[in-house]
T-cell receptor
Framework: AQSVTQLDSQVPVFEEAPVELRCNYSSSVSVYLFWYVQYPNQGLQLLLK??????LVKSINGFEAEFNKSQTSFHLRKPSVHISDTAEYFC???????????????FGAGTRLAVHP | NAGVTQTPKFQVLKTGQSMTLQCAQD?????MSWYRQDPGMGLRLIHYSVGAGITDQGEVPNGYNVSRSTTEDFPLRLLSAAPSQTSVYFCASSPQGGEAFFGQGTRLTVV
């Protein structure tokens, strides 16, 4: 079974500094990878996804993640963070269900990003 | 666009009570799922469904029942609430192999 490890439970950073949120998953079989963001008292929103093709994927608000198959990693980066990026970030990987044909999402424990002025 | 709608947003139950958390989606997705979110544990899958009449257990199914009579609705039933079921519950829907769309969550407290 798949598992997802987010290596940092909390990451404090100053505004305009770069940040990296780390994510490793367990299985080397073909997977889809996602980063979701959760703002306080809200549901989860998709930030970016890797399904196939280019291993570097980007979001519209400046985040990017690189799929590294050999290291089974999908780290999230942003070169310059804003106060508004303060949120919890979840890495997720797909796993084929017993019923076949559909992938269920396996989530990491989350990383709380706190951006300070 | 409604997307995924969960009701209620907040609920307090007494130990032993039963209730149903409602989830509806208007995107015609076949795949729907229920997660619970607890501090430091991320989201854990309770039950999922791949279409009307087809459901299966996830990682933490004990104490919960589901059914899927229509494509749109996927209710989650707590049979006899326990304090350990205090959590935030999220419903999600997705097309096959695609991203999941989440509802806003139901914050449940069992006293």
């Amino acid at each position: 079974a798949q598992s997802v490890t987010q290596l940092d439970s909390q990451v404090p950073v100053f505004e305009e500094a770069p940040v990296e949120l780390r994510c490793n998953y367990s299985s080397s079989v073909s997977v889809y990878l996602f980063w979701y963001v959760q703002y306080p008292n809200q549901g989860l929103q998709l930030l970016l996804k890797y399904l196939s093709g280019s291993t570097l994927v980007k979001s519209i608000n400046g985040f990017e993640a690189e799929f590294n198959k050999s290291q089974t990693s999908f780290h999230l980066r942003k070169p310059s963070v804003h106060i508004s990026d303060t949120a919890e970030y979840f890495c997720a990987v797909t796993e084929l269900t017993r019923l076949g044909g559909y992938n269920k999402l396996i989530f990491g424990a989350g990383t709380r990003l706190a951006v300070h002025p | 666009n409604a997307g995924v709608t969960q009701t209620p947003k907040f609920q307090v139950l007494k130990t032993g009570q039963s209730m149903t958390l409602q989830c509806a989606q208007d995107m015609n997705h076949e795949y729907m799922s229920w997660y619970r979110q607890d501090p430091g544990m991320g989201l854990r899958l309770i039950h999922y469904s791949v279409g009307a009449g087809i459901t299966d257990q996830g990682e933490v199914p004990n104490g919960y029942n589901v059914s899927r009579s229509t494509t749109e609705d996927f209710p989650l039933r707590l049979l006899s609430a326990a304090p350990s079921q205090t959590s935030v519950y999220f419903c999600a829907s997705s097309p096959q192999g695609g991203e999941a769309f989440f509802g806003q969550g139901t914050r449940l407290t069992v006293v």
